[in-house]
């Protein structure tokens, strides 16, 4: 008896971890596409026939079949404002971002929440403007 035998689908996924958290009602419409789910926990993105990004709230980005060139595409989208002296992130995670194709915009001595409340001790009001004024341009797109 003769057998046929065939491949498998190829399946390729890749996976990013770009923040602790991302506000998705926010991103979404920085990213100028459309998702074909929302939920108040992720975005999945039809790229293609059988290509999907999903971004969770989570902080993590998921490539189902996408082709390299595009996910660089679609991680240039997003950007990071931080202050030098916040801990949170951590130097380790500002690097992967950056790695992975984050823009990373760094206010140098800026501690955690200085584009806050400007009650607040950490508030730098000539920072926090400039900081807005780059969070509006960006999701203007």
């Known amino acids: 008896m003769e057998h046929e035998i065939t491949k498998a689908p190829r399946y390729i996924f890749q996976a990013y971890h770009v923040a602790e958290t991302l506000k998705l009602k926010t991103l979404e419409p920085a990213l100028a596409m459309s998702a074909t789910t929302r939920t108040s926990t992720k975005l999945i993105y039809q790229d293609g026939e059988a290509s999907f990004i999903f971004v969770y709230s989570f902080g993590a980005l998921i490539f189902f079949n996408v082709e390299p060139a595009r996910q660089t595409a679609f991680i240039e989208k997003l950007k990071a404002i931080i202050g ?25 001595g800026a501690e ?21 004024r780059r969070v509006l341009e960006f999701v203007a797109g």
């Open 84 to 108: 030098t002296a916040d801990p949170f992130p951590p130097p380790d995670d500002v690097a992967a971002l950056e790695a992975a194709g984050v823009a990373v915009v760094r206010y140098e």
């Open 112 to 132: 955690h929440g200085f584009v806050h409340d400007p009650e607040r001790p950490a508030h730098r009001a000539d920072d926090a403007a400039d900081a807005w």
